[in-house]
Every structure is written in structure tokens, then in C-alpha cells.
């Protein structure tokens, strides 16, 4: 098990608690993000040698999460905990690990979404619909008129607490980013 950092243990708390919160209230609290941010401002200013240095390392990681999060937000579909969250997770790990739980952060909720999507499809539907899928796939053929998809509309459209999937991407990037950055041929990470 690797050694984990006083900015990493605070980030791994405040995730577990604001994925916790969010499955129950789907709500992430100010309470849990804005003294988990500062707290990671104040861990890497005082951790490096170089204060500036740490600041300004704290500084990016929280406003490229909070840049990445707000940007391909069209309906409003993340709600601003959780943008407040991966801003937390930047200013606690910095940058550069903050893009690596993005990562991983984007394939848990990716899944996540999939699965709920999956299934909200009736039984007695999932041949009817796989067509639709199958056949817009290959040639373009719109067949949805076939099919009832209203469930899936809505399961489409319900709010997915993110919470969970902030929490697993973090914690898979603290754990696993040396592997990530061996595989993708970044050998001096």
C-alpha cells in the first residue's frame, strides 16, 4: 500500500462523505467542500519547499476540476456539489492527479449511467430495443417508433447522484495512478 499524504487522507474522507451524502440527500454539502478545498490550499502550501510553488500547484488542480465540470454542463445536469467536490479533489491533489481521478472518475460514471440506463429497459423490451440500437448503428434506421422507450427516456433523464463516482475515481487515482501513467508510457511518473 502506497504512502498516502495528509492532503490525500482529507480528499479520500471528504469523497467518501460527499458520495455517502449524495446517494442519501442527492446533495454534496458546502460543509464537507469548501473546508476540504481549503485545507488541501493550506496542505500543499505548507508541504512544499517552495510555498508559491504549492499554492499555485493547489490553485490549478482546483480551477481545471471546477473548468472541466461546469464546461460541458448544457442542462444543468451536474449539479454544483459536485463540481464543488472535483474542485476540492484538484486543490487537495493538485493538477496532475486530479486529471488522472477525472479519468477515472469519467469511466465509474460512465458505467454508472449505463447500468441505471441498462436497467430501466423492460424485459419484454430488450430484443425490440437492442434492434433499435443495432439498427441505427449500422445503417442509420430509425426504428424507435417500434419500440417504447419511455421508460428509458426517463431513467435517461432522473438525476444520478455523482457523489459515488467522484469517490471512486478518487480513490482509484490515489491508488492506481503510478500503473495509469506506466501504461500510457509515462515511465518517469
Not at 502506497?2 to 449524495?22: C, F, K, M, N
Request: charged share 15%.
Amino acid at each position: 500500500m502506497p504512502q498516502l499524504s495528509y492532503a490525500e487522507i482529507v480528499i479520500l474522507v471528504a469523497v467518501t462523505i460527499g458520495a455517502v451524502t449524495d446517494m442519501i440527500t442527492k446533495k454534496i454539502y458546502n460543509v464537507v467542500t469548501f473546508p476540504t478545498a481549503a485545507i488541501g490550499f493550506l496542505l500543499n502550501t505548507m508541504s512544499n519547499a517552495n510555498h508559491l510553488e504549492g499554492f499555485m500547484m493547489a490553485l490549478s488542480g482546483w480551477f481545471l476540476a471546477t473548468f472541466i465540470m461546469v464546461l460541458p454542463n448544457p442542462g444543468k445536469k451536474i449539479a454544483f456539489g459536485d463540481v464543488k467536490m472535483m474542485g476540492a479533489v484538484g486543490a487537495c491533489l493538485g493538477w496532475v492527479k486530479m486529471l488522472i481521478c477525472m479519468f477515472y472518475f469519467s469511466l465509474t460514471y460512465g458505467l454508472i449511467a449505463l447500468i441505471l440506463i441498462a436497467r430501466a429497459i423492460p424485459k419484454d423490451q430488450i430484443k425490440g430495443f437492442w434492434l433499435v440500437v443495432k439498427s441505427w448503428l449500422s445503417v442509420g434506421v430509425d426504428l424507435s417508433g417500434t419500440v417504447d422507450t419511455t421508460q428509458v427516456d426517463e431513467a435517461r433523464k432522473a438525476k444520478i447522484p455523482i457523489g459515488p463516482a467522484i469517490a471512486l475515481g478518487t480513490y482509484l487515482g490515489v491508488f492506481f495512478d503510478k500503473p495509469l501513467m506506466h501504461f500510457l508510457g509515462f515511465n518517469s511518473y
